[in-house]
């Protein structure tokens, strides 16, 4: 088991930037993969990032990638999403979710381990 909290969401003109966490705990942090996925209200949940269980690989969508970066600290048990240049259509619920293993998913069901989500609003 891992319990996932997030925080740092708010709202940001567009243009802006902010900057997700996700701070694990319960088991060993560097085990699992680690991805952050939105929702708005009506829509599924969309993936935007995944980071490899070192850190040393990333994917990103296509909406986001230029603009966000995706990083953990694996000392201090955190994941991260820098949102840069932020545009009104990134708003969103943000939820962080891990995967025990290897391989970066970006498909939702892949996830066993979610956190309450935090929202973000980009005001134009």
């Known amino acids: 088991q891992v319990q996932l909290v997030e925080s740092g969401g708010g709202l940001v003109q567009a243009g802006g930037s902010l900057r997700l966490s996700c701070a694990a705990s319960?088991?060993?942090?560097?085990?699992?993969?680690m991805s952050w996925f939105r929702q708005v209200p009506g829509k599924e949940r969309e993936f935007v990032a995944a980071?490899?269980?070192?850190?040393?690989?990333?994917s990103l969508a296509d909406s986001v990638k230029g603009r966000f970066t995706i990083s953990r600290d694996n000392v201090n048990d955190t994941v991260y999403l820098q949102m840069n240049s932020a545009k009104p259509e990134d708003t969103a619920v943000y939820y962080c979710?891990?995967?025990?293993?290897?391989?970066?998913?970006?498909?939702?069901?892949?996830?066993?381990?979610w956190g309450q989500g935090t929202q973000v609003t980009v005001s134009s």
């Open positions: 979710a891990a995967r025990y293993g290897a391989i970066i998913y970006a498909q939702e069901r892949e996830y066993g381990y």
């Open positions: 319960g088991r060993t942090f560097s085990s699992y993969v």
């Open positions: 980071i490899s269980r070192s850190g040393g690989a990333t």
